[in-house]
Nanobody
Framework: QVQLVESGGGLVQPGGSLRLSCAAS????????MGWYRQAPGKQRELVAT???????TYADSVKGRFTSSRDNAKNTLYLQMNSLKPEDTAVYYC?????????WGQGTQVTVSS
């Protein structure tokens, strides 16, 4: 069984930075596709970034050049470095692990960008 625990969310001013972490339990982290998704109030959950087990990363156009995703397989941890944050980045951010056709989700961490 896989459990995902996100941390690092909070309140930040526009233009600021935050680093999210996602700690995964179990033994399949290194061979899984990992991803960050977000859901703003009244909106559908949307992809932020995905990373293959080999390290190939895909970003949503809205975060390209501002967000950087990385993974540490030795620590079973996924990261999302968010810079130049905008009010429209405000959302609950979720970590996702996909292995074969099974998806696991974390509980989410709130990111609020406001002055």
């Amino acid at each position: 069984q896989v459990q995902l625990v996100e941390s690092g969310g909070g309140l930040v001013q526009p233009g600021g930075s935050l680093r999210l972490s996602c700690a995964a339990s179990g033994s399949i982290f290194s061979i899984s596709v990992m991803g960050w998704y977000r859901q703003a109030p009244g909106k559908q959950r949307e992809l932020v970034a995905t990373m293959s087990s080999g390290g190939r990363i895909t970003y949503a156009d809205s975060v390209k050049g501002r967000f950087t995703s990385s993974r540490d397989n030795a620590k079973n941890t996924l990261y999302l470095q968010m810079n130049s944050l905008k009010p429209e980045d405000t959302a609950v951010y979720y970590c996702n692990l996909r292995f074969i056709n099974v998806n696991y989700w974390g509980q989410g961490t709130q990111v609020t960008v406001s002055s």
